[in-house]
């Protein structure tokens, strides 16, 4: 490694306040013909608002008309509703093939007032990343590598975890 040591920096106040991050699977959606998990994820508390839940299907249902230019289309992938500590997202994730395509939105307010595209290289927190990787192996054992490819049983692979 040939950084100099004073071009490193990482200290505690980088960092919000540890807490428990609750992982949660709420439903499939399935708007314009399409399959959506739902998953929420929250620094706050396990239960996630029906208003959120509502403003946010409003808003990434246009976004599938995007979505659907890809190809292969298969009309299936996940949203992650995020109540961070810091900020709230709408991510919305679908695959083609066996690659993930992803959309970010900066959520203003809570309950939500406006959606907001995130900054140009912005991705997922260390929790949301969790729930991507879940989603990620689950495509792959049931989809990609299988000889039959399962998208039912991807769809019942859920993740419900603290962490």
């Given at each position: 490694?040939n950084?100099?040591?004073?071009?490193?920096?990482?200290v505690?106040a980088?960092?919000p306040?540890?807490?428990?991050?609750?992982?949660?699977?709420?439903?499939?959606?399935?708007p314009?013909?399409?399959?959506?998990?739902?998953y929420?994820?929250?620094?706050?508390?396990?239960?996630?608002?029906?208003?959120?839940?509502?403003?946010?299907?409003?808003?990434?249902?246009?976004q599938?008309v995007?979505?659907?230019?890809t190809?292969p289309?298969h009309r299936v992938?996940?949203?992650?509703?995020s109540h961070?500590?810091?900020?709230n997202?709408?991510?919305?994730?679908?695959?083609?093939?066996?690659?993930?395509?992803?959309?970010i939105?900066r959520?203003?307010?809570?309950?939500?007032?406006?959606?907001i595209?995130a900054?140009l290289?912005?991705?997922?927190?260390?929790?949301?990343?969790?729930?991507?990787a879940?989603?990620?192996?689950?495509?792959?054992?049931n989809?990609?590598e299988?000889?039959?490819?399962?998208?039912?049983a991807y769809l019942?692979?859920?993740?419900?975890?603290?962490v």
């Open positions: 490694m950084a100099p040591r004073t071009m490193l920096r990482c505690p980088d960092f306040v540890q807490r428990t991050r609750h992982l949660r699977f709420i439903e499939l959606w399935e314009r013909s399409w399959i959506l998990k739902i929420f994820h929250s620094a706050h508390r396990d239960q996630l608002s029906r208003e959120y839940l509502a403003k946010a299907k409003i808003f990434i249902e246009p599938l995007e979505a659907e230019q190809e289309l992938g996940f949203m992650i509703l961070g500590a810091v900020s997202w709408v991510m919305l994730d679908w695959w083609s093939s066996h690659i993930l395509y992803h959309r939105f959520v203003e307010d809570m309950p939500p007032e406006r959606f595209d900054p290289n912005l991705f997922q927190c260390v929790y949301e990343l969790r729930i991507t879940f989603e990620s192996e689950a495509w792959r054992k989809v990609v299988n000889p039959s490819p399962d998208i039912h019942k692979a859920q993740l419900n975890i603290d």
